[in-house]
Structures are given as structure tokens and as C-alpha cells.
């Protein structure tokens, strides 16, 4: 691909991230406009499981208190993401609801 193909494809992209709707999907333009490649969102869904999983297991152990998790997810991300409007963002676009209502209930405390 050249190099003008490439500029009218970043072109098109950026005009169809214009055209999303932030408050129906903030996670999908928070991706796009912080320009997060196919690994780095991979990475992030993996780190996501693995939380995911942790909360599951302390749950069945009857912890109460999961800021821990929150600190651990806030501390292993891009340094491009906002711990807490991406913890929104999943939230709004419905990924991992029980995990992220969790953080966002420590969030709001």
C-alpha cells in the first residue's frame, strides 16, 4: 500500500470516528482516537480476562473490598488510557458489567 493510500484510508477513518455516537460507544472512539493498535487491544481484553477471573475467584472466597484489582488494572495499562473513563466506557458498551460495576462503585465511593 502507498503512502497515499494509507492517508486517505487514515483520512476516511477519522471521519467515520466523527460519525460515532460517544454515548453509545465511547470504549469503540476512546480505541480510535487514541490510535490503540490490534496488539495493544488484544493486551487489553487478555489483562481484562485474567481480571476478570481474579474478581470471579475472590468473589466465590467471600472478599468484599476488590479496590486491589482496580489498582492492578489502573497500573498494567497503556499509559494512553484513562483508568477511569475507560472503566466507563467498558461499562456503557457492556464488557465485563459485573467486573467494571465493581470498579465503578469503588470510583464513586
Known amino acids: 500500500m502507498n503512502n497515499g493510500q494509507n492517508e486517505t484510508i487514515n483520512f476516511h477513518l ?3 470516528a466523527k460519525t460515532i455516537d ?5 470504549f469503540t472512539k476512546m480505541i480510535i482516537e487514541q490510535n490503540i493498535t490490534k496488539s495493544e487491544y488484544e493486551n ?3 489483562m481484562l480476562d485474567e481480571l ?3 474478581y ?7 472478599f468484599l473490598n476488590f479496590s486491589s484489582l482496580l489498582v492492578q488494572f489502573a497500573g498494567m495499562l ?3 488510557f484513562d483508568p477511569n473513563t ?3 466506557a467498558l461499562k456503557k458498551e457492556g464488557y465485563y458489567p459485573s467486573l467494571m460495576g465493581e470498579f465503578i462503585s ?3 465511593k
Do not use: D, T
Open 14 to 16: 477519522q471521519l467515520l
Open 22 to 26: 460517544l454515548n453509545q460507544f465511547p
Open 44 to 46: 487489553l481484553f487478555y
Open 52 to 54: 476478570e477471573l481474579q
Open 56 to 62: 470471579q475467584k475472590q468473589k466465590e472466597e467471600g
Open 78 to 80: 497503556n499509559e494512553r
Open 86 to 88: 475507560l472503566v466507563y
Open 106 to 108: 469503588i470510583l464513586e
